[in-house]
T-cell receptor
């Protein structure tokens, strides 16, 4: 079945550093990937839509310079949290659409838990 | 405006019993899809079941079924014969076909008691 691989699963970094999270579709091509952020005990908040070969579309209130998204190939999208601060600590999860019974279903990566000290 | 509503923050169910998780949605679009995902403590989002707005029959996937009532704009998830491994957060989601987005509800935490 369709698998989305996300790496790293856990990352701890110092304030002011940048962190890159990778999201790969392993057995299918994903022209579009979605990046979500989830705070503890809350729902998923869509941050941006990553489009292969073009600029990402960011949701209102999401700083594009803080959260850099690159979708350079049909199987890889990356999210870079630049100059991370403790308030950026969160669970980041990527997803890609795949066909299921004729419908587009989101397949998610396992998520990346970021802790900024 | 909130498009997906899950009114049950937490639910308890006895092992082997059935449980219904509520979900209502709000859209004026005619074409949309409804989804349920399970999120165990590990954090991974696991797709469970899908219902298209034009599907006349309720979707079923093993022990999962979706009680789709279009006029009431509800898409409740029914889990039959609950198992301890069903304990997790459950999210209802909707995709509007005219938009490239999925909207998620606030989730329901299900606890299955032995």
């Amino acid at each position: 079945g369709a698998v989305v691989s996300q790496h790293p699963s856990w990352v701890i970094c110092k304030s002011g550093t940048s962190v890159k999270i990778e999201c790969r579709s392993l057995d299918f091509q994903a022209t579009t990937m979605f990046w979500y952020r989830q705070f503890p005990k809350q729902s998923l908040m869509l941050m941006a839509t990553s489009n292969e070969g073009s600029k990402a579309t960011y949701e209102q209130g999401v700083e594009k310079d803080k959260f850099l998204i690159n979708h350079a190939s049909l199987t890889l999208s990356t999210l870079t949290v630049t100059s991370a601060h403790p308030e950026d600590s969160s669970f980041y999860i990527c997803s890609a659409r795949r066909l299921y019974s004729g419908a587009n279903v989101l397949t998610f990566g396992a998520g990346s838990r970021l802790t900024v000290l | 405006a909130q498009k997906i509503t899950q009114t049950q923050p937490g639910m308890f169910v006895q092992e082997k019993e059935a449980v219904t998780l509520d979900c209502t949605y709000d859209t004026s679009d005619q074409s949309y899809g409804l989804f349920w995902y399970k999120q165990p403590s590990s954090g991974e989002m696991i797709f469970l079941i899908y219902q298209g707005s034009y599907d006349e029959q309720n979707a079923t996937e093993g022990r999962y079924s979706l009680n789709f009532q279009k006029a009431r704009k509800s898409a409740n998830l029914v889990i039959s014969a609950s198992q301890l491994g069903d304990s997790a957060m459950y999210f209802c989601a909707m995709r509007l076909y005219n938009f490239n987005k999925f909207y998620f509800g606030s989730g329901t935490k299900l606890n299955v008691k032995p």
